[in-house]
């Protein structure tokens, strides 16, 4: 199975490939779409979510939007504090 995937790879002029990844980046996908992970650890076989966990990559653009949803930003906080004087 690697070695078609290498094959399929090179052939599209892509370096960096494996099945290893390819599990990090569906996992990653699905996390980012929202899939359960109680779903996620049935579709890929993980017995605990900490073995689960470790496939998931998260981007700190992606953390520093889930943050800024939950909580106002510093600089939407400045304004805020410039009306009010």
Known sequence: ???CIKNYCNERGIEKCSLHLFRHT??????NQNVSPLILQK????STMKEL????????????NIIDGIAPS??????LYKNKK
């Open 26 to 31: 569906f996992i990653t996908n699905a996390v």
């Open 43 to 46: 579709i890929t076989g993980h």
């Open 53 to 64: 966990s470790r496939y998931y990559n998260a981007k700190t653009i992606d953390m520093v």
């Open 1 to 3: 199975m690697q070695k």
């Open 74 to 79: 510093l600089k939407s906080r400045k304004s």
